[in-house]
């Protein structure tokens, strides 16, 4: 099993940047699909970004909410995935978890996900 723990959140003002972090344990993040969540007070949780870590391949949301703003890396030493998150916007405003699956497909939906942090709130103020 892998254990995920997200840092990084915090109160920013619109057209700040962050960088969240969700450090793994237990085991490699290259046996997992890897993908960021969001979940706006009221709302459905949101895919953001997914991402097989053995091979690099992935995709963003397909809507113009995330896709260049934000970006998915890596660190294989760390066994830590980020989430740079640039040009926010207070509809950013969520709290965002981190997800792991295994297998290979690259999975969009909470519910195929086995594995969550606790997640992380990050709030951008206008």
């Known amino acids: 099993q892998v254990q995920l723990v997200e840092s990084g959140g915090g109160l920013v003002q619109a057209g700040d940047s962050l960088r969240l972090s969700c450090a793994a344990s237990g085991r490699s993040i290259r046996n997992y699909v890897m993908a960021w969540f969001r979940q706006a007070p009221g709302k459905e949780r949101e895919f953001v970004v997914v991402r097989r870590w053995s091979d690099g391949t992935g995709y963003y949301a397909d809507s113009d909410s995330v896709k260049g703003r934000f970006t998915i890396s890596g660190d294989n030493a760390k066994n830590t995935v980020y989430l740079q998150m640039n040009s926010l916007k207070p509809e950013d405003t969520a709290v965002y978890y981190c997800?792991?699956?295994?297998?290979?497909?690259?999975?969009?939906?909470?519910?195929?996900?086995?594995?969550w942090g606790q997640g992380t709130q990050v709030t951008v103020s206008s």
């Open positions: 997800a792991a699956t295994s297998g290979a497909t690259l999975r969009i939906t909470p519910d195929e996900y086995d594995y």
